[in-house]
């Protein structure tokens, strides 16, 4: 914890550097970030993302951000599709596969992405963050929204905080998973 503890020491003053905000020095790369930590450490992140949402209008009041929680957004969509419910009852009664299998071209990641920039908006934000990463599986996978996302997002930095490893290669949830590819974005600290 003491490792992580320095590393989410750092976050604030990442969030609100020149380089980040301004995407300075990424070699016409999207501006996009990966704040990685171990899954068993959930909780205290959660809480470490509640007091980042408190202090960032405190310390730069004119920053326009907005913060999407993954899960949510799934949940939202689909209840305004008003497929939530019937998806519940179907998990219920033939269980998660059936569910996933049902739920594939609805939760599709083009049309996620679009989601995400419906409510993010980012041509009007200064930064995006983004968690739910963990949560949100296995109805959606971050790399393959990461991807969708890479020409919806204009100049608008987003991180996102990771329960897993991020090697700069690939994404690998939950530290177990089979790791995904995944190359675009920089470790938000080390």
Do not use: C, W
Not at 43 to 72: G, T, Y
Not at 89 to 100: A, E, I, P, T, V
Not at 116 to 144: C, K, M, T, W
Not at 156 to 168: A, E, K, R, S
């Amino acid at each position: 914890m003491k490792t992580l503890q320095s590393r989410m020491d750092k976050i604030m003053d990442r969030l609100l550097s020149e380089e980040l905000l301004q995407n300075k020095g990424l070699g016409n790369e999207i501006g996009f970030y990966i704040f990685d930590y171990p899954p068993e450490y959930e909780l205290e992140m959660r809480a470490h993302i509640k007091f980042i949402l408190r202090q960032l209008p405190k310390k730069k009041p004119d920053l326009s951000f907005v913060h999407i929680n993954l899960f949510e957004m799934i949940v939202n969509y689909l209840k305004s599709r008003k497929l939530l419910d019937r998806a519940i009852d179907m998990q219920k009664k033939d269980g998660d596969q059936k569910l996933l299998k049902s739920l594939k071209g609805p939760l599709d990641p083009k049309q996620l992405a679009k989601v995400f920039v419906s409510e993010a908006d980012p041509a009007n934000q200064d930064l995006i963050l983004v968690s739910g990463v963990g949560n949100a599986y296995p109805l959606l996978r971050s790399h393959n929204l990461l991807n969708n996302l890479h020409s919806l997002m204009g100049d608008t930095p987003l991180v996102m905080f990771y329960p897993g490893v991020y090697t700069g290669q690939g994404l690998r949830l939950f530290g177990k998973l089979k790791e995904a590819n995944y190359y675009r974005a920089f470790q938000l600290v080390v």
